[in-house]
């Protein structure tokens, strides 16, 4: 497991440090090395996501999901990934956004898979614990917005709730914001369709 | 109890491999359902055709009673009354496949179906409308049919595809599913 050729470049690193500076909310493109990404995603795609939901009044959610901590010494991917990423990743993501972070103490990695009918109801991930949500895309395919499963930041004004960035679901991007402080509103809308959005989601700490 | 098979259901059978019987459940006993089996601890259930919430209950043949009484009124209907109706509508025998059993099914948020197709050929779906709640079709939910009143009894061939759009708001509703399949031959 490797990040892409790119972050060799300390310039590289630095303007996406600059770009955290200002909002503490960014979009990462070509994040891992290309036979990195497509590893991972084929070797999480195999595995099973069961169904997880919970409903109003309570916060709302549906999704498949599978999570667990790596295993010392096994070489499936996502072992590989996960010990990677509680290390070297963290490291990158200190990295840019200039924050001394940790992995969770349990070390479980989540990846989410969202399909016909997945959604998460708008919330702000702040539990006084986690300093900034990170999602991996592993999702190759585009849809129209309007059948749902895109990344939705939310803002009140005048009383009403607004869609002040959307993003689509993405291909080795990684999406990272900061929940710590003023943590932003977001949401994911409902899946209409038959379409498949495949995260690695979670907070460093 | 006895309820006649509508003829326009007899047609609507023959044609669609689908189709309504109002009033199959007697006054108030499915307000009395909901009220009860809303309180089940329903979990998201999910197959390659469908997502929703369901529970399945099994009423035990000894009349226990400490059970929810208004159970035992239900079982009698699917057991005697659903079969009888079904095989006038269907035009052929048919039985229960899980005598004494059912399934509660609710529609919420992110509920969607394009049937239980994975039934064996042959099988008869027969959904009994609980809920009364109405709202817009365009938030999903609502069967092909549109919402029927809560007492209503839908029949539908388990290979026919009787889609559900994913529902998008937060509102519920419910109903109870059994299975019929074809009686052996004496």
């Not at chain 2, 689908?18 to 009220?35: I, M, R, S």
């Not at chain 2, 059993?101 to 919420?108: E, G, M, N, P, S």
Request: hydrophobic letters at 50%.
């Amino acid at each position: 497991m490797r990040l892409a050729e790119r972050w060799r470049d300390p310039a590289e690193v630095a303007a996406a440090a600059a770009a955290w500076r200002e909002r503490r909310n960014l979009r990462l493109t070509d994040v891992l090395a290309d036979d990195a990404i497509a590893g991972l995603r084929d070797a999480v795609a195999a595995l099973h996501h069961p169904l997880v939901a919970a409903t109003a009044p309570d916060y709302a959610y549906q999704y498949g999901a599978v999570a667990s901590p790596p295993e010392a010494g096994c070489d499936h991917a996502w072992c590989q990934f996960a010990r990677w990423w509680w290390d070297d990743g963290v490291a990158f993501v200190s990295a840019i956004t200039g924050l001394r972070l940790r992995p969770p103490r349990d070390r479980v990695l989540m990846s989410t898979e969202l399909r016909r009918g997945a959604f998460l109801d708008p919330h702000n991930d702040f539990d006084g614990a986690r300093r900034v949500a990170y999602v991996l895309g592993l999702t190759r395919d585009a849809w129209d917005p309007a059948l749902g499963g895109h990344l939705e930041f939310l803002a009140v004004e005048g009383g009403v709730t607004v869609v002040t960035e959307r993003r689509a679901p993405g291909w080795n991007t990684l999406d990272l914001f900061a929940v710590d402080r003023d943590p932003p509103l977001h949401q994911v809308p409902i899946v209409t369709a038959d379409v498949e959005r495949r995260a690695i989601t979670g907070w460093l700490y | 109890m006895t309820i006649a098979a509508p003829t326009d259901a007899i047609a609507r059978w023959a044609a669609d491999g689908a189709a309504q019987v109002p009033g199959l459940l007697p006054d108030g006993l499915a307000a009395e359902l909901l009220t009860g089996l809303r309180r089940l601890p329903l979990v998201p259930t999910e197959t390659a055709h469908e997502t929703v919430w369901a529970y399945d209950v099994a009423v035990p043949p000894v009349r226990d009673p400490q059970l929810f009484e208004p159970l035992f009124a239900l079982v009698a209907i699917l057991d005697d009354v659903v079969p009888t109706l079904a095989s006038a509508v269907c035009g052929r025998r048919l039985v229960p496949l899980a005598p004494s059993t059912f399934r509660v099914v609710a529609y919420r948020k992110g509920s969607w179906t394009d049937g239980p197709l994975d039934a064996a050929a042959g099988t008869v779906v027969a959904t009994i409308a609980l809920s009364t709640d109405a709202w817009p079709a365009a938030w999903g939910g609502h069967p092909a049919d549109g919402l029927a009143p809560a007492g209503t009894l839908t029949l539908t061939d388990a290979a026919r595809v009787s889609p559900v759009a994913v529902l998008t708001r937060h509102v519920e509703r419910y109903e109870l599913r059994t299975l019929l399949g074809p009686a052996e031959a004496p």
